[in-house]
């Protein structure tokens, strides 16, 4: 089954680039430590999920590419075909000359509408190609104008167009000391619009990754260009083929769904972080020596502590003792800082794999209450290498990770509002204070929601 | 995304005049193989001039003949004849000239009523031919000076004239303001006239000092005299130069000075030009910078006024790069933001510099800055991959600060030193459309300005707890 890559704005567009590059040099590679029919079986399946094999020279990526502004969709079609090894479809993109200015409300309310006819055709020319679909996958940034306002349209027109099919939304969460000064608002109004359409929103946030970049990956100076590859190799560890059950002899056929059946049993719980170890510098793989149990202990407490990366995780923390007298979900009996999940993915590849032991995630007292501790978490395990990581280790979740952040964007964002500050630029283009309240209403909930796991 | 700059009257035209070359001159460097591409295409049509200057625009392919896309309008020919037999006259054609015989007389009642009324079938016609040619018209900015007539008077008329033809395309004007010691004693009734239209009209206004342009020009005099830089003194990263221009130029004596102001215009539209890995559009200034619509005086500052040489430049550099952004020396008004209250602030960034070098520089300046309660954190940051001609790289900082109170302050103190003694009123009131009134009203709309700055400066933007959030019932 394939994956439909909706490319939104400078930031998604910039990040698809990098995901469909780390994805096909993984694929090609020989590092994969597996046997030659294994590795076969890995980038053919690749292949289906990601990029059509036409009579050109060179994979396609599957992908519809759109912008408001020429200069990012230009730049990033060039790249990629300079690269010798896979490309976009010349005619898969839109774009447009002026931009959307940051202004959500521009891209949401004016754009949307204005070029949903064109953006549609391009992405049903794409589903098309498709074997069978296994869904959508759109990269957007919530800060600026086109990703956020327009992706936010563009969603719910692939959710009316394809009522059937899943939705993941990839979302970047900006700099918390601006790229924009209307970001905050923007994030809201993206988030809540989100929620309605999509299936689930996987996060990453520029703060984290830059700091991957800075400790684990000792770049002297970062660019965005850094930051993206970090976000790419966590994607491709997750959107690669992977063996979704024990036993199985066939990659998983339908990687979304899978997905979202283990991590989103429902509607009110849809914010999914990702983490990933190890990372490191590519000069020091060769040096480098992982053992299973190592990296699985770090993962884990990297979940309950609600660590960013593999550094500085606090080992203090410790889940809740079950069986006490207070029923176990309330919230105030919970330590502090711990971060209680509601379902947990783990995808492990590399060799070795038959000697691990997961039993530690399985551990109730991680959990919410409502699902079976055994459904609560599913495991991914593939024998063959990623990206010449020797061993690769990731965890997403659906827990508490990302509360704190959407609490400090909400805050920030009605901090302003309450001032007015910035709003006549909504108002210009359709976008009422009214609507800012419904924004804020949702996500006061979903807060709410997360806080009283 | 295409921008149409008007130059109006004659300070204004002396400033587009160098705007345009240094324009060409950029492009030029960054433009190896003659291709009219999409960077060009926001100043410059290309014309296909076998068939005569009337031909046809190409839109791809090779560089036959360039045409800025301007209006040039004065309602003296001095400056913009000269313009026409200068190094620059292939630029332009006659359809994109207003001009007239006698001037304004330094009157904006003249500027503004008598050749507003009678060009402005003229302008309007002229906009849309102009505007036609244009694949998406984003942007116009008008270049103008506030102190005399026909750059204070029409100019604003025009403003007008744009909002009323062209509601959606954004407005910017980069209005020079006189100094105390101006030689025109109307000047303040001038600037005072104009700046009601300017806070009507204007999407984002760049007010700009001659005084400070003088210091700058000044400053780098004394540093070249001082023997410190020597050779290693890159001559045509000048922010004040002409050197290395597009064609040959000889320099006048306003010419350092308002090549600040042409580099600052096209600093401003750098990243809307050419690529980077975090682009910023006009359309994004405005929508970051103003948070209320009549709050839209933006103070900015360029660096560095030079470079040297030297290649490899350490961060250290870097840094003080940012931190003279921020230092009064290089404002382009005589204001001090780092003492007053930003609203917010934008840094576009030009050359070989990562995201992690801006991280790390408003770190370090934020806590000495001081931030409206609303938008603790109220930075728009760009970067552009193309750095000016001359330099590894550069910054232009944009402030929304209440550090241009005294500069409205003291205007209005000179208009009231005048208007009390109705002194020189009589030449305006004489103009047709003219009447007491416009004069109260303009004062008025000073004074509601000032005040709205001066309500910024007390209450720091809010109340000193944050606004309680929404309770959700669980």
């Not at chain 1, 994805?23 to 590092?31: E, L, Y």
């Not at chain 2, 009390?420 to 509601?448: N, P, R, W």
């Amino acid at each position: 089954m394939s994956i439909v890559t909706v490319q939104l704005g400078q930031c998604g567009n910039q990040i698809g680039q990098e995901v469909f590059s780390a994805i096909c040099s993984d694929a090609r590679g020989t590092h994969g430590l597996c046997s030659r029919k294994e590795n076969e079986s890995y980038s053919d399946a690749c292949k289906e999920r990601f990029f059509c094999e036409e009579e050109s020279e060179v994979p396609v990526a599957r992908a519809v590419l759109v912008d408001m502004e020429p200069k990012v969709i230009s730049q990033t079609l060039s790249v990629a075909a300079r690269s010798g090894s896979w490309k976009y479809d010349d005619r898969s993109h839109f774009c447009q000359k002026q931009g959307s200015g940051n202004n959500w409300a521009n891209g949401y309310s004016v754009h949307g509408p204005r070029h949903k006819e064109a953006i549609m055709n391009l992405v049903q020319k794409e589903a098309e190609k498709c074997d069978r679909l296994s869904g959508f996958f759109t990269i957007m940034s919530m800060a600026g104008g086109t990703g956020s306002g327009l992706g936010a349209f563009v969603t719910q027109c692939l959710r009316d167009a394809f009522p059937t099919s899943f939705i993941l939304n990839h979302v970047i969460w900006p700099y918390g000391t601006g790229e924009v000064i209307v970001q905050n608002y923007n994030s809201v109004l993206t988030l809540s619009h989100l929620y309605q359409s999509s299936d689930a929103l996987l996060v990453h946030e520029n703060d984290v990754i830059h700091k991957i970049c800075a400790q684990l990956m000792n770049i002297k100076q970062i660019s965005f260009r850094d930051v993206n590859q970090v976000i790419a190799h966590q994607l491709g560890s997750v959107l690669q083929p992977a063996y979704t059950a024990e036993g199985c002899s066939r990659y998983s056929r339908n990687p979304l769904g899978d997905l979202m059946e283990t991590l989103v049993p429902h509607p009110e719980f849809k914010m999914l972080g990702l983490r990933n170890i190890p990372q490191m510098p590519e000069n020091s793989l060769a040096y480098s020596t992982f053992s299973w149990p190592g990296l699985i202990k770090h993962l884990r407490q990297m979940l309950i502590a609600n660590a960013k990366m593999e550094e500085g995780i606090d080992w203090q923390v410790r889940p809740p003792r079950l069986g006490s007298s207070v029923p176990s979900g309330h919230s105030t009996d919970k330590p502090l800082h711990f971060n209680t999940s509601i379902a947990n993915l783990v995808v492990l590849r590399g060799k070795d794999l038959h000697s691990v032991d997961l039993g530690s995630f399985r551990d109730p007292s991680l959990y919410t209450s409502w699902l079976n501790p055994q459904d609560a978490f599913n495991a991914w395990k593939t024998s063959r290498a990623f990206n010449k990581y020797e061993k690769s280790a990731s965890l997403v979740s659906n827990s508490q990770f990302l509360l704190k952040p959407l609490d400090n964007v909400v805050g920030k964002a009605w901090n302003m509002f309450a001032s007015k500050a910035y709003i006549h630029q909504y108002t210009k283009f359709g976008i009422e204070e009214e609507d800012f309240l419904d924004s804020f209403t949702a996500l006061e909930q979903v807060i709410s929601s997360y806080t009283s796991l | 995304p295409v921008s149409l700059p008007f130059a109006v009257g004659q300070c204004g035209n002396q400033v587009g005049c160098r705007f345009w070359d240094l324009a060409l001159r950029e492009h030029a460097a960054v433009n190896k193989k003659g291709v009219y591409d999409e960077a060009l295409s926001s100043f410059f049509r290309n014309i296909d001039t076998r068939s005569g200057n009337d031909g046809p625009d190409i839109y791809k392919g090779k560089i036959c003949s360039l045409k800025a896309r301007a209006l040039l309008i004065d309602m003296e020919e001095g400056v913009v004849n000269e313009i026409l037999q200068g190094p620059l006259r292939d630029v332009f054609d006659s359809k994109q000239l207003i001009t007239d015989v006698s001037g304004s007389g330094n009157n904006w009642a003249v500027g503004h009523k008598i050749y507003g009324y009678q060009y402005q079938e003229n302008i309007v016609e002229k906009l849309r031919k102009s505007a036609e040619h244009c694949d998406c018209l984003q942007c116009f900015f008008i270049i103008h000076s506030m102190g005399g007539g026909t750059g204070s008077g029409l100019g604003t008329f025009v403003l007008k004239l744009l909002e009323d033809e062209f509601p959606e395309v954004y407005r910017f004007v980069t209005s020079i303001y006189p100094s105390g010691e101006d030689d025109v004693i109307t000047s303040p009734y001038n600037s005072v006239l104009a700046m009601k239209e300017l806070n009507e009209h204007a999407d984002c206004v760049l007010p700009i000092e001659n005084e400070s342009l003088f210091d700058i020009v000044n400053k780098i005099h004394q540093m070249i005299n001082s023997g410190k830089l020597g050779s290693t003194l890159k001559q045509n990263s000048l922010v004040t130069s002409s050197a290395g221009s597009a064609k040959t130029v000889q320099e006048k004596p306003f010419d350092a000075m308002n090549n600040i102001v042409a580099n600052l215009l096209l600093n401003l539209t750098s990243s809307a030009r050419f690529e980077g890995s975090l682009n910023m559009d006009l359309n994004e200034i405005s929508m970051n910078l103003v948070p209320f619509p009549r709050l839209h005086y933006l103070v900015s500052s360029l660096t560095p006024l030079y470079t040297l040489t030297d290649v490899n430049v350490p961060s250290r550099r870097l840094d003080q790069m940012f931190s003279d952004a921020f230092s009064r020396d290089h404002q382009l008004i005589q204001a001090d933001p780092k003492h007053s209250l930003y609203l917010a602030c934008a840094l576009l960034v030009r050359g070989n510099v990562q995201v992690s070098d801006l991280r790390r520089n408003i770190e370090r300046l934020k806590p000495s800055l001081h931030f409206v309660s609303w938008n603790q954190e109220g930075w728009k940051t760009g970067l552009c991959s193309v750095p000016p001609v001359g330099h590894s790289h550069s910054l232009l900082a944009l402030a929304n600060n209440t550090c241009v109170k005294p500069t409205f302050i003291q205007l209005k103190d000179r208009f009231m030193k005048l208007y009390k003694k109705k002194a020189h009123l009589h030449h305006y009131l004489h103009v047709d459309g003219m009447e007491q009134s416009c004069f109260s009203e303009a004062i008025s709309s000073l004074s509601d300005l000032i005040e709205e700055y001066d309500e910024l400066d007390t209450t720091k933007g809010g109340p000193r707890t944050d606004p309680s959030r929404l309770k959700i019932a669980v």
